[in-house]
């Protein structure tokens, strides 16, 4: 059975941005602003050298709120898409819940439920109890304890466990703190 890591998108591999009318930090409403962090491509390099199959597991809700229509959203994709194969990265499948329960009624697949990860355990024959959710969310990190894995929450404050999991302050520590173990 396979390794695997599961990757929340934004604030794990991208930036969030402001957005002013809601007053807080958000996932990139247009391809424009999207912009990975710094040490993801090296971080999911270390992954992939390590034996790590890896998945992006992320809630996009910005379609049922009516902030960003599919076509922007593909367009977010395509540059998450090309940033990772020009750096000759390879993302086993790419899972997104485009749901909100506010907009859309309750659905399977929105974090915290380990819908998707059991998706990929399925299709990519993963072991749960071997791989990792890396997140920036304690919903992130629920999602992750459902299915089984070991979690790591990305957070600027440094503390030795997060929900059950450990915590990094980016994902380039994320990844070095999997493969050390």
Not at 39 to 50: F, G, Q, Y
Not at 152 to 175: H, K, P, Q, Y
Request: with cysteine.
């Amino acid at each position: 059975m396979n390794r695997a890591v599961f990757l929340d998108r934004d604030g794990v591999l991208n930036s969030n941005v402001w957005n002013p009318e809601t007053s807080a930090y958000e996932s990139p409403l247009t391809p424009e602003q999207f912009e990975l962090l710094p040490k993801v491509i090296p971080a999911l390099r270390l992954l992939l050298d390590s034996g790590y199959f890896l998945f992006v597991v992320s809630n996009q809700p910005n379609y049922a709120k009516g902030k960003a229509n599919k076509d922007t959203l593909d367009g977010i994709h395509r540059r998450l898409e090309t940033a990772l194969a020009e750096a000759g990265i390879s993302i086993s499948a790419y899972y997104y819940c485009f749901h909100h329960p506010a907009f859309t009624g309750q659905c399977v697949c929105r974090k915290p439920s380990p819908y998707f990860l059991f998706k990929a355990r399925d299709t990519f024959d993963v072991d749960l109890g071997r791989s990792w959710m890396i997140g920036d969310r304690a919903t992130d990190i629920e999602c992750g304890l459902a299915a089984g894995t070991r979690t790591v929450r990305i957070s600027e404050l440094t503390v030795s466990s997060a929900g059950g999991g450990l915590s990094a302050v980016d994902l380039w520590s994320a990844a070095n703190l999997i493969v050390s173990i």
